[in-house]
């Protein structure tokens, strides 16, 4: 029988018995603790620190803690602790396992922090035709003169009375409650019908009300709208993070997360879970239950849709990135272990190709570029970046490897948006000085004293509003090498002997620490801007346009970015910064559009079918374009928008 060992993690004070072999983040998460992780416990992120306390230290707590009871350092740990990242006494809470007693401190920055996620929808105007219809039949009983049964007295009278189609279905699990649903109201019920093919609910009595979930499944985040499929209102919104996120940052690592036996299982469960308590918390806000949802719209990128569908990926991580599937498809909740109502159907909208999926051609029916003359460039910024080029006439898409580097990972202090992020950075350009503010705070820095302010971390938009600071202040060149010979006392040489710029010092952070831009940090912005820039040119090249007329950006990012520090470092093509418009989860809202017409549904098919992919990774001119925009601004393209210097800013900017 296996050893279990006592293991408490302070300082929550969450304590359980634990099998040997345990890896220390396994055990926090089956007590209820999340540890963070953006390189899905490979020993690579170093975001995983803890301290196993020693048998003085922990005496208090009743348990023989010793850093002996635990696995030896691995490679990655000996390296991080000999470069000065990892303290005496820390291990990588993914690589420890478990040997003997412990007590655990888990600091604040290793803390999955409560999540911030922006998946609010722009809510366009859509027509009203759901696929769910509801029906009221006061059924005539059974008799010795029609002693039918009774699914097929109420089939000829819902065919008779309402014109449905005499192939019309009933689904065996709704089936199961039809009896009572008779008995209940003595014959009088409510039916619900699924495109008029397939009936999915009985209720007894007269039941109007039909819920619809709209999922935008991210690799990162997930959203949930919750309409009223009668008026088509959104009547609630519920977000969380992609739990997921345990195995990586990224849809590669997701991708190799898989490999090992049971695996694709439990990632599916995971998330199929997580949808499963987006619906309970949106229902519950309006008095509902998630049996109440009789049809759910899911939009994700390939990789995701694959494995909500827990099909086989790893085609999708070696080119030519081919899907199992890219059409529609219809799938039984309960076949994905959704718990909303379990006859009802799971919508997944098509995927384009590859890389580029169902999240991107719902964003393309929210932004709609395909309904205008207009030359829109349409971008998706998330862990990966997705663009879509064109007008009524053509439509180009790409996906750019932006990495996860402008959603704030494998950024030295980087951070997902939650509670004590640093979201917004100004630095003065003649004295050097920083002001930031940190979500869930409305001052900023110099408004505060140190000890209020208790910074985590930086998201992906503080990285950018940094670098976009400090080359206006001259401290970073146009090839994003910081000044170190600038005279300046945040400038200096961490332990690695690389050069960083210091946001807060240690006294305003919750972390103990200074929190630091790096060299490897700009470096890593530049190569996302670049790779994102480098996709636009490719695509405008292929159109046979100098620029867009307008730029449309999409997702939770898109919203938050500062537009002009984003142009003043060429994140996107300068076509005036009057039209560059922020639409906020597009996705979402094409998901939305989806649910409550099934139109919509045809168009996105026929959208699929007819944006043209552009594959960047074999395309001719994209390893030039790509080096000439690691420059900030760029090598050759001009930004007249921030030439005439940045526009005044209000006080309290
Ligand atoms: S180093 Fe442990 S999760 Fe990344």
Redesign the pocket.
């Known amino acids: 029988m296996t050893e279990h060992f006592t293991i408490c993690f302070l300082p929550a004070g969450l304590r359980g018995e634990v099998p040997r072999g345990t890896p220390l983040?396994e055990a926090a998460s089956a007590l209820g603790l999340e540890i963070?992780?953006?390189?899905?416990?490979?020993?690579?992120?170093?975001?995983?620190r803890v301290r196993v306390l020693e048998a003085e230290e922990a005496a208090e707590h009743g348990t023989q803690s010793s850093g002996a009871h635990v696995s030896p350092l691995c490679d990655?740990e000996l390296r991080a602790r000999t470069s000065g990242r990892l303290g005496i006494q820390e291990r990588?809470?993914?690589?420890a396992r478990i040997e003997g007693e412990l007590v655990v401190f888990v600091p604040e920055d290793s803390r999955v922090g409560r999540p911030i996620v922006r998946k609010r929808a722009g809510e366009r105007a859509c027509a009203l035709a759901p696929a769910v219809h509801k029906y009221f039949v006061e059924l005539v009983p059974a008799s010795v003169g029609e002693p039918r049964g009774d699914w097929d007295r109420l089939h000829d009278e819902l065919c008779t009375r309402f014109g449905l189609d005499v192939a019309l279905t009933v689904d065996p699990v709704a089936l199961r409650s039809l009896a009572e649903a008779l008995r209940t109201e003595r014959g009088r019920l409510t039916v619900t019908v699924w495109q008029g093919r397939e009936v999915i609910r009985f209720e007894p009595g007269f039941r109007e009300r039909a819920l619809g979930l709209a999922i935008d499944l991210g690799t990162t985040t997930l959203g949930a709208l919750l309409c009223d499929l009668d008026s088509g209102e959104v009547v609630s919104q519920s977000s969380a993070h992609n739990p997921q996120i345990r195995w990586g940052a990224d849809i590669m690592n997701r991708i190799a997360s898989t490999k090992p036996p049971g695996q694709l299982a439990a990632m599916q469960r995971a998330v199929a879970e997580a949808i499963g308590e987006l619906a309970r918390d949106a229902t519950l806000a309006v008095g509902a239950r998630p049996e109440d949802v009789v049809e759910v719209v899911v939009v994700a990128n390939t990789v995701m849709h694959h494995i909500l569908l827990g099909l086989d990926v790893h085609s999708l991580g070696v080119v030519p990135f081919c899907p199992t599937i890219s059409r529609s498809l219809d799938v039984k909740a309960r076949e994905l272990g959704i718990p909303v109502l379990p006859s009802a159907n799971v919508h997944l909208l098509p995927i384009e190709a590859g890389f580029v999926g169902a999240d991107n051609v719902a964003a393309v029916l929210a932004a709609a570029p395909h309904e205008s003359d207009t030359l829109t460039l349409l971008i998706d910024i998330g862990t990966n970046g997705e663009l879509v080029l064109g007008n009524r006439h053509r439509l180009l898409s790409a996906s750019c490897p932006t990495g996860p580097a402008l959603e704030g990972a494998n950024i030295r202090f980087g951070m997902r948006a939650a509670r004590g992020a640093i979201e917004k950075v100004r630095v003065d350009p003649a004295t050097h000085e920083v002001r930031f503010r940190t979500i869930g705070l409305p001052r900023w820095s110099d408004r505060l004293q140190p000890g209020e302010i208790s910074a985590r971390g930086l998201c992906g938009s503080a990285v950018l509003e940094a670098v976009a600071e400090l080359f206006r202040a001259g401290l970073i060149d146009s090839t994003g090498r910081l000044y170190s010979e600038r005279p300046c006392r945040r400038l200096r040489q961490n332990v690695d002997g690389m050069w960083e710029f210091v946001i807060a010092w240690a006294e305003q952070t919750a972390i103990g620490e200074d929190i630091t831009l790096t060299q490897a940090d700009v470096r890593a912005i530049q190569l996302a801007k670049a790779a994102l820039y480098a996709g636009s040119r490719l695509l405008l090249d292929r159109f046979g346009a100098e620029r867009p007329d307008r730029v449309v950006l999409a997702g939770a990012f898109g919203s938050v970015i500062d537009l002009e520090r984003a142009l003043a470092i060429g994140l996107f093509p300068d076509c005036g910064l009057g039209n560059v418009t922020a639409i906020g989860n597009a996705a979402g809202d094409g998901a939305r559009m989806a649910l409550l017409n099934v139109a919509v549904r045809e168009e996105a098919g026929s959208l699929a079918r007819r944006i043209e992919y552009l594959e960047l990774s074999t395309a001719r001119g994209f390893n030039d374009a790509f080096v000439a925009a690691t420059q900030l601004p760029h090598a050759e393209d001009r930004f007249p928008s921030t030439e005439t210097g940045w526009a005044p800013r209000a006080a309290t900017d």
């Open positions: 983040r963070e992780s953006l390189c899905g416990g490979r020993a690579s992120c170093c975001r995983c990655a990588f809470s993914c690589q």
